[in-house]
């Protein structure tokens, strides 16, 4: 069977998400624009897909969980089919899950542990992991926003642009100064470090 078109995405909810992994026992987080809007506490733009963040470790656990659904390890537009008990390959770190129909959910493999966050894209980035990670009132776990923003920051898209504009206000001094930080280390000609070092 053929997977779906790429752009074929019929994301689940957040709490649709929650459902099928709290009851797991493993560390998990929604990631992407999704976090975003769920650090607003409201939905302040379409999303295209659902992204979940997983610690290596779990990545079996959370497949054997979605064993119903067929699993696509992805990466720079390209859709690699997995067969049972296979892992993505080397430089994969997403897998969309599909129910034949629509892609439902994108599994993002990330390093760490329990306690530590480490910054996929470069590991010498590291924090606790309950400075990154902040839940919702009902308890769905999000990556908080100044974690969102470093990964967006690479990129410049307009939902990018959204993203930040809605959140930056939003951010706490610890987090905002955080971010800066790794900003400079990382992307020291961002736009974005004028507007977050600009004096209230």
Same mark, same amino acid.
């Given at each position: 069977?053929?997977?779906?078109? +790429? !752009?074929?995405? $019929?994301?689940?909810?957040?709490? #649709? /998400? %929650?459902?099928?992994?709290?009851?797991?026992? @493993?560390?998990?987080?929604?990631?992407?624009?999704?976090?975003?809007?769920?650090?607003? +506490? !409201?939905?302040? $733009?379409?999303?295209?897909?659902? #992204? /979940? %963040?997983?610690?290596?470790?779990?990545?079996? @656990?959370?497949?054997?969980?979605?064993?119903?659904?067929?699993?696509?390890?992805?990466?720079?537009?390209?859709?690699?089919?997995?067969?049972?008990? #296979?892992?993505?390959?080397?430089?994969?770190?997403?897998?969309?899950?599909?129910?034949?129909?629509?892609?439902?959910?994108?599994?993002?493999?990330?390093?760490?542990?329990?306690?530590?966050?480490?910054?996929?894209?470069?590991?010498?980035?590291?924090?606790?992991?309950?400075?990154?990670?902040?839940?919702?009132?009902?308890?769905?776990?999000?990556?908080?926003?100044?974690?969102?923003?470093?990964?967006?920051?690479?990129?410049?898209?307009?939902?990018?642009?959204?993203?930040?504009?809605?959140?930056?206000?939003?951010?706490?001094?610890?987090?905002?100064?955080?971010?800066?930080?790794?900003?400079?280390?990382?992307?020291?000609?961002?736009?974005?470090?004028?507007?977050?070092?600009?004096?209230?």
């Amino acid at each position: 069977m053929s997977p779906p078109d +790429g !752009r074929a995405w $019929r994301p689940w909810s957040p709490e #649709e /998400v %929650a459902a099928r992994l709290d009851p797991l026992g @493993v560390t998990w987080c929604v990631a992407g624009g999704w976090a975003i809007d769920l650090a607003a +506490g !409201r939905r302040t $733009r379409d999303h295209g897909d659902m #992204e /979940v %963040a997983v610690l290596r470790r779990d990545y079996h @656990v959370v497949r054997d969980a979605l064993r119903e659904l067929s699993p696509h390890a992805a990466v720079s537009g390209t859709l690699h089919a997995l067969a049972p008990g #296979e892992e993505p390959p080397e430089g994969y770190f997403q897998t969309w899950f599909t129910d034949g129909e629509a892609w439902l959910v994108d599994v993002m493999i990330e390093p760490g542990d329990d306690d530590t966050w480490v910054y996929r894209r470069d590991e010498t980035v590291r924090a606790p992991r309950s400075f990154m990670v902040a839940r919702t009132a009902d308890g769905v776990p999000y990556l908080a926003p100044h974690g969102g923003l470093l990964f967006k920051a690479k990129y410049g898209r307009a939902k990018d642009e959204a993203d930040f504009a809605v959140v930056e206000p939003l951010l706490p001094p610890e987090q905002r100064a955080w971010l800066v930080d790794v900003l400079r280390r990382l992307h020291p000609e961002h736009r974005w470090l004028s507007v977050l070092t600009a004096s209230p």
